[in-house]
């Protein structure tokens, strides 16, 4: 297999380091990849996706109306990274988690901080994820988003920076772990040569966490994962850990909250107890009682249940405050406000266009900037000023003059890539990480987490939700 | 088990049972016709009577109860829901969220089923509409069936899935048998002497449509009657297809499972219906048909009991006695 026909100059590659060498850490990969010429490299990519095809490892893109059922797109060849870089990234995710939690129990609680003017007030008060009806609860451990997927990236210069935060529903953790499956069954000699630390302890861990929430002192509480079904575009990974957990997998109906204000379940025994709600449904569809009055995806009455204290919810409603990418901006502060600590991970630099500087800077300079809308997720509504026409620049000039607290906007990244197995042999692409941070009684932090490929050449556009692939991450001991 | 699960499992257990009964139904109606001289021939229509869709064929053929409209209405036809191509279908789509539940190879063999019909479907050479291509269709219909029937019968765990499997698949095989004796009976001992000199010839193809006519034989040896063909298919205990047979098995597994007592009053209701009839020495054509329409009211009912007892269906539900010592999987 040739290399030197792979350019990875001009961006940070995460195999090569120059079109020669690769980095210390994927030394043996690139040895082993080396000795594979084309068709063996294409084989084993159709290998892994019959492999793939086998385990059932599916996805559904709304897109595409009726096939629920797609394959989940995968490359087979990993992102290494070297362990003693994890620890410290690990060290600062924690850090980051901890602060967070503290500051959505504060904002639903005293607003120091807001008191104190760290972070601005009109960005709750305005924001539509502040949720009312969850003032003055502090749920088990006083923690909020007990599953958080942080998005990382590398740039320019290789360093880790948090993209952002996601603190409602976070996916991707279960392809995480077949990731880790599929390259097992492809490459498996790399592994015996190998220290890579395993990801499949997952599953052992969200119990733990989840089970350090449940409100009654049993051995085994009642764990339930709720799904909106199987018509959601992360159903694959609510039946998945589910099952690894040994958790039902329930939708709104078949739970129901009794006159004692306890959760219940229906089942052919009667009726059961449950402890703990892990829910995969979004704030505003939990309860019809109290949020959105036609969902049919929630239980009516569990927020009574909720508040008080009769059953758990991971993630507690309301932690959507700080899944914002205006709080984002705020993150380093509150570190400093609540632990009396400095970053250990940076953010990228963000310019928040409620203040005035910052978006007369971003008007200035929309085409080499990314904006943002503050509050949505999967990749849409965005502006990548630099491959944006001159109509879209327009429409983003509008529309951030007319409502600047909705926008935000940051430096376009050089983000870091890696080698995928196109039909001609080696070529870069662009990619994130999602690692998962689970915070209960404890806080821990997966062994690597999802990488994210844009499988088009030269996009930044990695969500999977709009046709981004993945990579196993392998955290490998030197 | 959640009764939600419960309620999927049941109809899976219920559209695999009408896929298969449907397509031996079709193949023993499909052999008859081809045996029969002109003059003793049924109508193709006889089909719909039996799956009670008359309607729902008026409304997209009209009066043209031919053999190819009928055909393709009952096996391809995926907007009739009574068609094998829907059964299907809705069985893997009540399998799909309880696949957890269900041996591996259960979704595999569903998965598989329904692929095959849908290629059968599209290639028109091979079409099971065209005679020539039907009996094979029909018999590997039947056989992917059996291999699902038979992956439950050696790998399912005899826990609330399975029974509740049984019993949509003893439901369904109950109302089918029901449905053929129905119309059949009632056709053929309604016929003119000069044409019915066939009919134990007819007789035998419905009983190798539920292949019966082997453990028939030994039972009663070669000859053929009315009213011997009826009792083995109502009421011999020791064949699994007989009525009797669905009923008892469903009583016995009723056994493990809570609050009961209304299911099986049901079922013991529905075996006197069927013994009362045994006791009549002669077959009379209009006593029969009230029996028939006895037991299929009896079946509905059967149906309606399990779904207020045990699925979502039912009301306040009582305090399960397992508790906190279990985990969420208790079945």
């Not at chain 1, 940070?12 to 994927?26: G, K, M, Q």
């Not at chain 1, 990974?237 to 040994?246: N, T, V």
């Not at chain 1, 800077?361 to 949505?376: A, D, F, G, S």
């Not at chain 2, 023993?28 to 729902?56: R, T």
């Amino acid at each position: 297999m040739k290399w030197n026909t792979y350019d990875p100059t001009p961006f940070y590659d995460e195999v090569l380091e120059n079109s020669e060498d690769p980095r210390p850490v994927a030394d043996q990969l690139f040895t082993y990849l080396k000795s594979l010429d084309n068709p063996e490299l294409q084989a084993r990519k159709a290998a892994s996706k019959l492999c793939i095809e086998e385990m059932g490892v599916s996805f559904t893109i709304y897109s595409e109306g009726n096939n629920i059922d797609r394959d989940w797109p995968f490359d087979v060849i990993p992102r290494p990274i070297p362990a003693d870089e994890w620890k410290l990234v690990g060290e600062g995710l924690k850090q980051r988690m901890r602060a967070l939690n503290l500051f959505i129990n504060d904002v639903y609680n005293e607003q120091k901080i807001l008191e104190d003017g760290i972070v601005p007030r009109h960005l709750i008060d305005g924001s539509t994820n502040f949720l009312k009806a969850c003032k003055g609860i502090t749920p088990p451990h006083g923690v909020w988003a007990n599953i958080s997927g942080t998005d990382l990236v590398r740039d320019g210069e290789g360093v880790f920076r948090v993209l952002e935060d996601n603190l409602r529903v976070p996916s991707g953790v279960s392809y995480m772990i077949e990731n880790r499956q599929v390259t097992k069954r492809i490459f498996p000699e790399v592994f015996n040569e190998q220290s890579i630390l395993p990801v499949s302890d997952y599953p052992t861990h969200l119990y733990e966490m989840l089970a350090s929430l449940s409100p009654r002192e049993v051995e085994f509480p009642i764990i339930v994962v709720l799904t909106p079904g199987i018509y959601n575009s992360a159903y694959f990974e609510h039946s998945f850990l589910a099952q690894e957990m040994g958790a039902e997998l329930v939708e709104g109906a078949d739970l129901f909250v009794d006159t004692d204000d306890c959760v219940y379940m229906h089942t052919v025994d009667g009726k059961q107890r449950v402890d703990v709600v892990y829910r995969r449904v979004d704030d505003t569809f939990l309860d019809p009682e109290v949020f959105n009055e036609h969902s049919m995806l929630g239980v009516p009455g569990i927020m009574r249940a909720w508040k008080k204290g009769n059953v758990a919810i991971a993630n507690a409603p309301g932690s959507g405050v700080a899944d914002d990418k205006a709080v984002y901006a705020y993150v380093p502060a509150m570190i400093k406000y609540y632990l009396g600590e400095e970053a250990l991970l940076p953010n990228v630099k963000t310019y928040l266009c409620h203040i005035e500087e910052d978006c007369k800077y971003t008007l200035e300079n929309l085409n080499k900037l990314v904006v943002k809308p503050v509050n949505e997720s999967g990749g849409y509504g965005l502006l990548i000023g630099p491959r944006a026409s001159e109509e879209e620049l327009e429409k983003f000039r509008k529309l951030i003059k007319a409502n600047p607290r909705n926008y935000v906007s940051q430096p376009t990244l050089d983000l870091s890539t890696a080698p995928v197995i196109t039909d001609e042999g080696l070529s870069p692409r662009h990619l994130d990480l999602r690692p998962f941070i689970l915070q209960g009684k404890d806080c821990w932090v997966t062994q690597g987490g999802l990488t994210r490929v844009a499988m088009i050449e030269g996009s930044l556009v990695v969500n999977s939700s709009q046709g981004g692939g993945s990579k196993d991450t392998w955290i490998v001991e030197t | 088990m959640l009764s939600r699960n419960a309620e999927r499992v049941y109809w899976l257990g219920r559209y695999i049972e009408r896929t298969e009964d449907t397509a031996r139904l079709l193949n023993a109606f499909s052999h008859v016709m081809m045996d029969l001289p002109a003059s003793s021939k049924l109508d193709w229509n006889v089909l719909l009577q039996i799956l009670s869709v008359e309607e729902q064929f008026k409304k997209k053929h009209g009066d043209d109860a031919s053999e190819e409209n009928v055909i393709s209405f009952l096996v391809t036809d995926s907007e009739n829901p009574g068609s094998i191509r829907s059964a299907i279908r809705a069985a893997r789509e009540n399998a799909r969220t309880v696949r957890d539940r269900l041996p591996l190879e259960g979704w595999e063999i569903l998965n598989d089923l329904n692929l095959f019909v849908k290629k059968r479907e599209k290639n028109l050479a091979q079409n099971p509409v065209k005679l020539r291509n039907r009996f094979q269709f029909l018999k590997d219909v039947v056989a992917k069936s059996q291999q699902f029937n038979g992956m439950v019968q050696s790998t399912l765990s005899r826990n609330q899935a399975y029974d509740f499997i049984s019993f949509g698949r003893f439901i369904e095989r109950a109302d089918m048998t029901t449905r053929m004796l129905d119309v059949v009976a009632d056709i053929l001992l309604r016929r003119p002497e000069d044409v019915s000199s066939f009919d134990s010839h007819i007789w035998m193809e419905f009983m190798k449509a539920q292949n019966a006519v082997m453990m028939y034989r030994a039972e009663n040896g070669p000859r053929i009657s009315a009213k011997s063909v009826l009792h083995f298919l109502l009421g011999q205990e020791d064949f699994p297809r007989s009525i009797k047979s669905c009923l008892q098995e469903m009583t016995r597994l009723s056994q493990q499972l809570p609050r009961n007592e209304a299911f099986i009053a049901e079922t013991q209701k529905l075996m006197l219906t069927l013994e009362d009839y045994q006791k009549h020495a002669e077959i009379v054509p209009a006593e029969l048909r009230v029996m028939f329409d006895d037991t299929q009211k009896g079946l509905n009912q059967l149906h309606s009991v399990i779904a207020d007892t045990w699925f979502l269906g039912a009301a306040a539900a009582p305090e399960s006695e397992t508790q906190t010592q279990t985990q969420t999987e208790s079945s």
